[in-house]
């Protein structure tokens, strides 16, 4: 079954439209990111409701994700991460995942002009232009500079952007720190998709849930009292302290997405209000507690998103393990002889 029949249930068809129809290598990785992600849908919402009502702050799983502007495309092509077609920026307008990564961009670029303190997104495009030239064999920059001259435009225009900074209450407001966290996660989730490093088939017990910038180790679930609880660690194996926090609109463990969590925090929306320190090379243990209508399975998908800060800002990272079962119990040690 192809990724548009997939999500054929339950999509939006304006996002259904940013799927090439076929021929896409990427087509799994797109229908993933798609599935285990609310923001999706909403990315397709009007930017006249931005311009007319002002952001949506995303909240928790019972309220709106974040709103963003619309996301436009010209039609797709068949074009596939195995396609070598040089640097013809057109043959790539189809490749929905690096077109969401460069949606980010740009929505990022048009809000620094607005606000200039942010500064410019060089350090995200670099690393979105070395994956594209390696896995596309194209350029990134030469596909967003294709995409930027269409009429009618499919980016946010500059009016646009303005008018989302004046309802949001100005550059330094909380809603705007929000908004622009969110773009982040779309640009960087997007161009770790298309690198390669958001596997949707890592399995549990022998594999991390993610490798970097931190390990995600799950070690399986328990029952702590009427709850099921995961256990989870998140280790830093740099020599630069972090700080880290899940994203609760992203958490999921089976059928599950109302979780609390011990020791790391879960973030209501996309910036966090508090973080969790781990020291270089060093482990927290963080622990998931699933809400008690949730029914526990003997084996359970767990997956999610963190955003960690190394001291240059946040940087966000999808993460799933599959067949994740109970923990093994931990047998008493002996107490040392007398």
């Not at 256990?231 to 992203?250: D, I, K, M, Y």
Request: hydrophobic letters at 45%.
């Amino acid at each position: 079954m192809g990724a548009r029949a997939m999500l054929s249930r339950g999509v939006p068809a304006p996002v259904l439209a940013l799927i090439p129809a076929r021929g896409a290598g990427a087509g799994m990785a797109v229908a993933f990111a798609l599935v285990l992600s609310p923001f999706f849908g909403s990315a397709v919402h009007a930017a006249e409701q931005w311009e007319d009502e002002g952001p949506a702050l995303p909240g928790t799983r019972s309220a709106d994700p974040v709103t963003m502007p619309a996301v436009t495309r010209v039609p797709a092509t068949s074009a596939g991460p195995g396609n070598d077609s040089g640097n013809d920026s057109g043959n790539y307008s189809g490749n929905y995942v690096l077109n969401q990564a460069i949606t980010g961009l740009d929505m990022l670029e048009k809000v620094a002009v607005v606000c200039p303190r942010f500064g410019r997104e060089d350090a995200r495009a670099t690393q979105l232009e070395n994956i594209a030239r390696t896995r596309l064999k194209v350029s990134a920059r030469d596909v967003w500079r294709a995409q930027a001259e269409q009429q009618p435009p499919i980016f946010m225009t500059a009016a646009q952007a303005r008018r989302i900074v004046a309802n949001a209450g100005g550059c330094d407001s909380p809603a705007l720190a929000q908004w622009r966290a969110g773009a982040q996660w779309l640009a960087d989730t997007s161009a770790q998709v298309l690198a390669g490093e958001a596997p949707a088939d890592r399995t549990w017990p022998r594999q991390a849930a993610l490798e970097r910038p931190v390990r995600i180790t799950i070690m399986g679930w328990q029952r702590n009292l009427d709850r099921v609880a995961v256990q989870v660690l998140v280790s830093n194996e740099g020599a630069t302290p972090l700080r880290a926090a899940f994203l609760a609109s992203q958490s999921f463990a089976g059928l599950c997405t109302r979780i609390d969590a011990l020791n790391i925090p879960m973030a209501a929306g996309f910036l966090p209000a508090q973080w969790a320190d781990v020291p270089p090379r060093g482990s927290v243990p963080a622990l998931w507690t699933l809400d008690p209508s949730c029914k526990p399975e003997p084996r359970m998908n767990i997956g999610g998103a963190v955003v960690v800060d190394q001291g240059k800002g946040p940087v966000y990272r999808r993460f799933l393990l599959r067949g994740v079962g109970p923990a093994p119990v931990q047998k008493p040690t002996s107490p040392p002889p007398s």
